[in-house]
């Protein structure tokens, strides 16, 4: 039995140390690059994960909402541990815990003694539906098998199931949050829409962004405003509940009769028009007021479009308060701009957080130079140009769509870099290349509480700024030579 | 080894069968009936498993289960250091299992250690026509790519079985054409209830891909042993190896932890297989037994009173030499364990531990909470067979609870009961026992601590257990107001 790859039995051997080395020094080179960017089949170290993920993040997002994935048991166990990691919080999910007979006979008795089971335990006051791969590839019918379920009085007829086809053999986690958001808002507000009524609200929504400290922040702006507001996926609370010796499973999220009413608010304004463009779409068509769609605020110039948008819809004007923090972070610019300026950074993640990456290190006169994106369009390729070729700060960058992060290594390897902003995913090739990295995306598994550091709005320049020009001045003064260490930096 | 039976004061068979009927109330009848079977008082003077297990998870309750899939990338085969492994079929599963196991590895990334994540990215294109093509021009690339690498194993997901790729023509397709061991596992996670089964697939695939294509180029001498089920997690097997080896034994490989493709291929050369984590690869120790021979015994390497109790079984099945040198070690380093009993157990004794992990922990860290003068209350394993069960009965307090792929409602509800000082599980159960206000330790990861295994890890359990029950913040959980 044994060798039955018809391969020849060989010794035990050491591979020589100076195999070693020289295999380690050509994989730094040109010629491995090119080797590297040959690769047509191969993915090595990608940037993001599967579509279930961002719809569990999503379903996170609402009052008493139990995440359900129908599909295989251990897919759920990667998602929340996934979460749990990153907010280092407790992440309630199920699943239906498919095995191979539903891969013969379909999924709907899982489902069905699954929802029976969730709806009984764990009491949610909604049950969130998407699928991992199984229930996709053997065309599982969502719509059929929950209506069964309500037929069947499994659940109660009015209680609310929204469900999401999350394939993860396409897109990545930001279409699956959309995917999930969408039917999300779909199911709680059918039937809702009342002529005439308006609730004088703004729905906010945030886009895939697992920051809770930027939810906060945009609760915080609106309030400055004294603006009504409809958080829609609010996650801060669920992903950040204080510790007083109680476990809540549901610690907080947008509350579902607001969500269900946000169909007649006043306006709503989507936030990563890449991570929530199903949901603007549908929501466009369908919710009353206005809307816009735009990008997420990172710096100085998107903070300030969504403040003019907010101001513009409501015809409020930007309040004094957001003018002096404006100011503020200016002048927090100006006064760190020199411990930035030139400086050239690497840059990987989903697309809206690229876009402001990009918008605010071209604001500093810091260089975007490698800017990747492993789940991308043709499109975001096309957006993140047209950011670098207006900044001259953006000339020389370049844009890598659907290359993954042992690409991006071949790139600061061969073309350094000063910096790295992405998750924590980079480390590794930040090491190789003697380089920070800046922890700005998700997941964040090996810091604490980045989560909960806002960086978007004036706030998060702030906050980014702090953190990359003060790791800059360590740098220097953990590298410099005795008698240049100095005092003052 | 039986030890006396244990009580534990105010826990009778009775009262834990209880709470156990308390929480079943919270079923509709069917989860219910599924569930009752696998919650039960322990029989301590038994020494046979009180609860069923590996059956299906109820759909809908939560569990902690993995897949086959996570049980072979991330126990069996990703420990192996010097091969490629490749997660094919969607992007999300080799993600997620990225990195997040913490089995520790020599070597130099990308160059001779691959503790990466390589997949092929099932698009739907590749769902649609079939992903084999694409599986060999990977193969190609990641030969090229990766030169120094031993060998490549492709660990297929779901979608891969269920349009019927056939990886294994692949795979032996491009062997031959590379000359490099690629060795298929049809590890999709669909398959069987639990992690369990991807640690049995493994293992057929190294007995059918692995074992007896190297030999060792020096002769085989008496003491040649392997150390297998050792993972290497936080470090394990940096404590558990050089021990063996100042016992006197030549630790020839280690399965998988820190693993070497060509020495685990030449293990068949041992005289002696020793196994740590018993439920991920008893099955290739008793496959060797049976095609070479090669004895084995089952050791626990936690706390000082396991750690001599182990060594002197193994002992026995040596010489007078070998006995000489366990003696000495274990003289040598029993005063240093005093030391750390010493230390630890005045802030400990007494205090009550809860466990729910898998493999092997739920039984053989039991001893090592004694050491320190703490108790068990409750134990269970999210992927365990009887036979773990059986092995669990005599480690565990008479009549203390034993829950087989508890869900986190019956976890909670035990804890509202028996109010343990800690519990010690995985990292979906850490943020809801410490919202509980009950110190938690993970131990599937050791917490990003380690090692926990051999007598250069037990300081450190002593210190992080401590640490997490001693800890002055959970006194702030209360607000003066």
């Known amino acids: 039995m044994a060798n039955n790859l018809g391969l020849a039995v060989k010794p035990v051997t050491e591979t020589p140390e100076a195999e070693v080395r020289r295999v380690a020094a050509w994989i730094n080179t040109e010629e491995y690059k090119e080797k590297n960017f040959a690769r047509t089949a191969l993915t090595i170290n990608p940037a993001h994960?599967?579509?279930?993920?961002?719809?569990?993040?999503?379903?996170?997002?609402?009052?008493?909402?139990?995440?359900?994935?129908?599909?295989?048991?251990?897919?759920?166990?990667?998602?929340?541990?996934?979460?749990?990691?990153?907010?280092?919080?407790?992440?309630?999910?199920?699943?239906?815990?498919?095995?191979?007979?539903?891969?013969?006979?379909?999924?709907?008795?899982?489902?069905?003694?699954?929802?029976?089971?969730?709806?009984?335990?764990?009491?949610?006051?909604?049950?969130?539906?998407f699928t991992s791969c199984m229930p996709e590839i053997i065309g599982d019918d969502l719509t059929a098998f929950i209506r069964n379920a309500k037929q069947k009085e499994l659940i109660p007829k009015e209680f609310p199931v929204p469900y999401a086809n999350t394939p993860s053999f396409n897109g990545s986690h930001v279409h699956g949050y959309d995917a999930m958001l969408v039917s999300i808002l779909q199911t709680l507000t059918e039937g809702k829409q009342v002529e005439g009524r308006c609730t004088g609200k703004l729905n906010l929504i945030a886009g895939f962004d697992a920051n809770t400290g930027n939810y906060r922040e945009y609760k915080r702006i609106l309030e400055a405003?004294?603006?009504?507001?409809?958080?829609?996926?609010?996650?801060?609370?669920?992903?950040?509940?204080?510790?007083?010796?109680?476990?809540?499973?549901?610690?907080?999220?947008?509350?579902?009769?607001?969500?269900?009413?946000s169909i007649n608010g006043k306006a709503t304004v989507a936030l990563g028009t890449y991570s929530t463009s199903?949901?603007?779409?549908?929501?466009?068509?369908?919710?009353?007021?206005?809307?816009?769609?735009?990008?997420?605020?990172?710096?100085?110039?998107?903070?300030?479009a969504l403040l003019m948008q907010i101001s513009e819809l409501f015809g409020k004007p930007v309040p004094e308060s957001l003018k002096a923090e404006r100011g503020r972070a200016v002048d927090l610019m100006t006064d760190a701009h020199q411990y930035m300026h030139g400086k050239k950074f690497a840059l990987y993640g989903d697309p809206d957080y690229l876009l402001g990456y990009v918008?605010?290190?071209?604001?500093?006169?810091?260089?975007?130079h490698h800017i990747l994106c492993?789940?991308?369009?043709?499109?975001?390729?096309?957006?993140?140009?047209?950011?670098?070729?207006?900044?001259?700060?953006?000339?020389?960058?370049?844009?890598?769509?659907?290359?993954?992060?042992?690409?991006?290594?071949?790139?600061?390897?061969?073309?350094p870099v000063d910096a790295v902003i992405g998750d924590t995913h980079g480390k590794f090739l930040a090491r190789d290349a003697k380089i920070p990295l800046f922890r700005f995306g998700f997941p964040v598994f090996d810091r604490v509480n980045l989560h909960r550091v806002p960086l978007i709005g004036y706030q998060g320049v702030l906050n980014i700024v702090s953190t990359i020009c003060n790791q800059f001045i360590d740098i220097v003064d953990e590298t410099c030579e005795e008698r240049h260490f100095e005092m003052m930096r | 080894m039986s030890k006396e039976i244990t009580k534990v004061e105010g826990i009778t068979k009775e009262s834990t069968q209880q709470m156990i009927d308390k929480v079943l109330e919270s079923y509709p009848e069917k989860g219910r009936k599924k569930r009752a079977p696998h919650l039960a008082p322990n029989d301590q003077a038994s020494g046979c498993a009180c609860v069923k297990s590996n059956k299906k998870t109820v759909p809908g309750v939560m569990s902690a289960r993995g897949c086959a899939y996570a049980g072979a990338k991330g126990v069996v085969w990703g420990p192996i250091r010097d091969m490629v492994h490749v997660s094919h079929g969607p992007v999300g599963c080799g993600w997620y299992s990225w990195g997040t196991r913490r089995n520790l590895m020599s070597g130099i990334n990308g160059v001779t250690n691959f503790a990466m994540q390589f997949t092929s990215d099932f698009q739907e294109k590749d769902v649609v026509y079939g992903g084999d093509k694409k599986l060999s021009v990977l193969l190609r690339e990641a030969k090229e790519l990766f030169p120094l690498a031993k060998g490549i194993s492709v660990l297929s997901e779901c979608p891969v079985g269920l349009i019927g790729d056939d990886i294994n023509a692949v795979a032996k397709a491009s062997a031959a054409e590379l000359d490099l061991p690629i060795i298929p596992c049809n590890c999709e996670g669909f398959r069987g209830v639990s992690q369990s089964l991807g640690h049995h697939i493994s293992n057929d695939t190294i007995r059918d891909y692995i074992i007896e294509t190297r030999e060792f180029p020096e002769p085989v001498g008496p003491y040649d042993i392997a150390l297998i089920g050792e993972y290497n997690i936080g470090g394990d097997a940096w404590s558990t190896k050089p021990l063996l080896e100042e016992c006197g034994f030549n630790v020839k490989s280690v399965w998988t932890g820190d693993g070497e493709m060509e020495k685990i291929a030449a293990t068949h050369q041992v005289k002696l297989n020793v196994i740590h984590c018993y439920r991920s690869m008893n099955y290739m120790c008793k496959v060797m037994e049976e095609k070479y021979g090669i004895p084995w015994i089952e050791l626990n390497f936690f706390g000082p009173s396991k750690i001599r109790e182990s060594l002197r079984k193994l002992a026995e099945l040596f010489d007078d030499s070998i006995k000489e040198k366990v003696e000495a070690v274990i003289?040598?380093?029993?005063?240093?364990?005093?030391?750390?009993?010493?230390?630890?157990?005045?802030?400990?004794?007494?205090?009550?531990?809860?466990?729910?992990?898998?493999?092997?922990?739920?039984?053989?860290?039991?001893?090592?909470?004694?050491?320190?003068?703490?108790?068990?209350?409750?134990?269970?394993?999210?992927?365990?067979?009887?036979?773990?069960?059986?092995?669990?009965?005599?480690?565990?307090?008479?009549?203390?609870?034993?829950?087989?792929?508890?869900?986190?409602?019956?976890?909670?509800?035990f804890a509202h009961v028996l109010k343990p000082d800690l519990v010690a599980s995985g990292i979906k159960e850490k943020y809801l026992f410490q919202k509980m206000a009950i110190p938690f330790r993970q131990m599937h990861s050791w917490d990003y601590s380690g090692p926990y295994h051999g007598y250069l890890g037990f300081p450190i359990f002593a210190r992080d257990i401590d640490m997490a029950i001693n800890s002055p913040t959970w006194n702030l959980v209360q607000a003066p107001f």
């Open chain 1, 359 to 368: 918008s605010f290190l071209l604001e500093m006169g810091a260089r975007p």
């Open chain 1, 278 to 304: 199903k949901t603007f779409a549908w929501i466009r068509d369908n919710f009353a007021g206005k809307h816009a769609a735009l990008p997420m605020p990172f710096g100085i110039a998107k903070t300030d």
């Open chain 2, 331 to 413: 003289a040598k380093y029993d005063a240093q364990m005093q030391a750390v009993i010493d230390e630890y157990r005045p802030r400990l004794e007494g205090k009550k531990v809860m466990l729910y992990v898998g493999g092997l922990r739920p039984r053989h860290t039991i001893n090592a909470y004694e050491d320190l003068g703490m108790i068990c209350v409750g134990s269970g394993y999210e992927f365990a067979h009887s036979d773990d069960y059986d092995r669990t009965a005599p480690e565990m307090p008479d009549a203390t609870v034993v829950y087989d792929d508890a869900s986190e409602l019956e976890l909670e509800q």
């Open chain 1, 49 to 129: 994960a599967c579509q279930p993920l961002g719809a569990e993040l999503a379903a996170h997002g609402f009052e008493g909402t139990l995440p359900f994935v129908h599909g295989s048991q251990g897919c759920a166990s990667y998602y929340r541990s996934t979460l749990n990691r990153h907010f280092r919080e407790p992440a309630p999910a199920v699943s239906d815990a498919m095995t191979e007979d539903g891969a013969v006979f379909g999924g709907q008795s899982n489902l069905h003694e699954g929802l029976e089971n969730a709806y009984a335990l764990y009491k949610p006051k909604m049950i969130a539906v």
């Open chain 1, 225 to 261: 405003f004294g603006i009504p507001f409809t958080l829609l996926g609010d996650i801060s609370d669920v992903f950040d509940s204080p510790n007083d010796g109680v476990y809540r499973p549901y610690p907080g999220g947008t509350r579902l009769d607001d969500a269900a009413d």
């Open chain 1, 374 to 415: 492993s789940k991308g369009s043709k499109k975001l390729e096309k957006e993140l140009n047209a950011l670098l070729a207006a900044s001259p700060y953006g000339q020389g960058g370049t844009v890598y769509i659907n290359k993954d992060l042992w690409h991006l290594r071949s790139l600061v390897m061969t073309d």
